[in-house]
T-cell receptor, first 114, second 114 residues
């Protein structure tokens, strides 16, 4: 049972426009959410995170929105650049975990066209 | 560069064999995590160590084991290898053992079992 889902396997956006990547989760114990970007042949790179006590967190061109009632989060990239083309993973963790393991979604491949 | 170092980058071995993957965490990080990414799958959490002790366990097969040494580097041992064990294996590290914090990933070891 996938606790974190990214229902869009791919997304294509024109350079300069907004990219919106979506993520849904089912485990109500999750209280910390992260987005990672992954290029081929590299490990995931941390982008931005949000705690469940917030509904928005912004860092430069990247903004993450959290809707707890809908168990949904999204990553907005504005403006999108060709270098943003990568696979994006959302991840979640629960503070009650004994450790700090992350549960990942399946990823969305973003292609930004020049 | 995340600061997490994994060796080797590539490994090709035969079924039934045993291999060891190595990870050096970022300087100062006490937690090490191992994740597996199979073809067309998201990242699956395997196991976490914190300051030498096992902290959390995910879907790790009994044929797999790990440990974290006093110098905080970690090794993942995979034995009686099967074709289905072919995957990318990522190591990540974080400063904390629990709580909401991002993990930083290495570049991964690509294991091919033939």
């Amino acid at each position: 049972d996938q606790q974190v889902k990214q229902n869009s396997p791919s997304l294509s956006v024109q350079e300069g426009r907004i990219s919106i990547l979506n993520c849904d989760y089912t485990n109500s114990m999750f209280d910390y959410f992260l987005w990672y970007k992954k290029y081929p042949a590299e490990g995931p790179t941390f982008l931005i995170s949000i705690s469940s006590i917030k509904d928005k967190n912004e860092d430069g061109r990247f903004t993450v929105f959290l809707n707890k009632s809908a168990k949904h989060l999204s990553l907005h990239i504005v403006p999108s650049q060709p270098g943003d083309s990568a696979v994006y993973f959302c991840a979640a963790s629960a503070v009650n975990n004994a450790g700090n393991m992350l549960t990942f979604g399946g990823g969305t491949r973003l292609m930004v066209k020049p | 560069d995340s600061g997490v170092t994994q060796t080797p980058k590539h490994l090709i071995t035969a079924t039934g064999q045993r291999v060891t993957l190595r990870c050096s965490p970022r300087s100062g990080d006490l937690s090490v995590y191992w994740y597996q990414q199979s073809l067309d799958q998201g990242l699956q959490f395997l196991i976490q160590y914190y300051n030498g002790d096992e902290r959390a366990k995910g879907n790790i097969l009994e044929r797999f084991s790990a440990q974290q040494f006093p110098d905080l580097h970690s090794e993942l041992n995979l034995s009686s290898l099967e074709l289905g064990d072919s995957a990318l294996y990522f190591c990540a590290s974080s400063a904390q053992g629990a709580g909401n914090t991002e993990a930083f990933f290495g570049q991964g070891t690509r294991l091919t079992v033939v």
